[in-house]
């Protein structure tokens, strides 16, 4: 619901604004960096957020390239051995603010069975 209200509120925005600024746009590439950045704040006070120092990535004259040599690549088994297994017992604050109380059951690969991936309101 919470991203049915964003569209609604940006298209009201949209339609009320001058037409000058109608014809400004951002940048996919900047509207990337823009969403990393708050993805960023919003994770940097949960242990994965501590553990890879997003604070100080964030305070970076370029966050982005900070982040690339910061934060490591992880496959579903990495993340899950290191990070996720911990949501699952309940742990708050691990990769994402507050308790993740959904887990989104992905199909099999060959390396396992079925897989569980952390879903929060927010997505």
Known sequence: MPLL???IKRAYQLRNAPEEKKLQTI???KAQKK???????KAQYT???EHYKFQNLLAAADFEKAFKQTVP???YKSIYKRWWYRLLNGETYVTWPGKVKYFALSSGTSDSSSKYIPVTAEM
């Open 35 to 41: 969403q990393l950045a708050k993805l960023l704040r």
């Open 27 to 29: 940048t996919p590439v």
């Open 5 to 7: 209200g964003s569209i």
């Open 73 to 75: 690549i992880h496959d």
């Open 47 to 49: 242990a994965f957020g």
